[in-house]
T-cell receptor
Framework: GAGVSQSPSNKVTEKGKDVELRCDPISGHTALYWYRQRLGQGLEFLIYFQGNSAPDKSGLPSDRFSAERTGESVSTLTIQRTQQEDSAVYLC????????????FGPGTRLLVL | DQQVKQNSPSLSVQEGRISILNCDYTNSMFDYFLWYKKYPAEGPTFLISISSIKDKNEDGRFTVFLNKSAKHLSLHIVPSQPGDSAVYFCAAVNQAGTALIFGKGTTLSVSS
């Protein structure tokens, strides 16, 4: 079956531009997470969606970052006025429950801000 | 400050031998830990987990050991195989139970 997909796989943008990253979770997965991994670092939690509940935005690093998800479908992560320090791999994961073991990751979007 | 630390960025092991990957954490309130494996250009995949009520969990060639007093866990792979070559991430569930806190990863290379 289809796994978690993310698009684009790579994105190069200029400092100051806005970018939008997309995540298609596994069908039926109610939970969706966004993480980022900067070079040489571990994965950092950004935001968590669970069904129609209010998202947990506690990991978003600044107000330039926002994410949306409609129901249990696609999610988009938007970064406004990108900065060079936003360069990272942005990973999305989904799971059918809150159980951490069932969290499946997508391949990531590699973002480079010049 | 890193709350989950993997101090060895890389490890090289010969096929058939044991691989031991280490992880330390700073918050004694963490009570659930997971190991993930990541191949290039792919997302991490779950490998094995352990709850703080246990000190060992085994799944085939993979065993995770937890030493709560030392705030240390380790992943043992026996015997190591070339297909095990990947980046291994240690993660802890945060105190609120809302997110995973990852270490920086250890790149394991298993040579045949």
């Amino acid at each position: 079956g289809a796994g978690v997909s993310q698009s684009p796989s790579n994105k190069v943008t200029e400092k100051g531009k806005d970018v939008e990253l997309r995540c298609d979770p596994i069908s039926g997965h109610t939970a969706l997470y966004w993480y980022r991994q900067r070079l040489g670092q571990g994965l950092e939690f950004l935001i968590y969606f669970q069904g129609n509940s209010a998202p947990d935005k506690s990991g978003l690093p600044s107000d330039r970052f926002s994410a949306e998800r409609t129901g249990e479908s696609v999610s988009t992560l938007t970064i406004q006025r990108t900065q060079q320090e936003d360069s990272a791999v942005y990973l999305c994961a989904s799971s059918p429950t809150r159980a951490w073991e069932t969290q499946y990751f997508g391949p990531g979007t590699r973002l480079l801000v010049l | 400050d890193q709350q989950v630390k993997q101090n060895s960025p890389s490890l090289s092991v010969q096929e058939g031998r044991i691989s031991i990957l280490n992880c330390d954490y700073t918050n004694s309130m963490f009570d659930y830990f997971l190991w993930y494996k990541k191949y290039p250009a792919e997302g991490p995949t779950f490998l094995i987990s352990i709850s703080s009520i246990k000190d060992k969990n085994e799944d085939g060639r993979f065993t995770v050991f937890l030493n709560k007093s030392a705030k240390h866990l380790s992943l043992h792979i026996v015997p190591s195989q070339p297909g095990d070559s990947a980046v291994y991430f240690c993660a802890a569930v945060n105190q609120a139970g809302t997110a995973l806190i990852f270490g920086k990863g250890t790149t394991l290379s298993v040579s045949s």
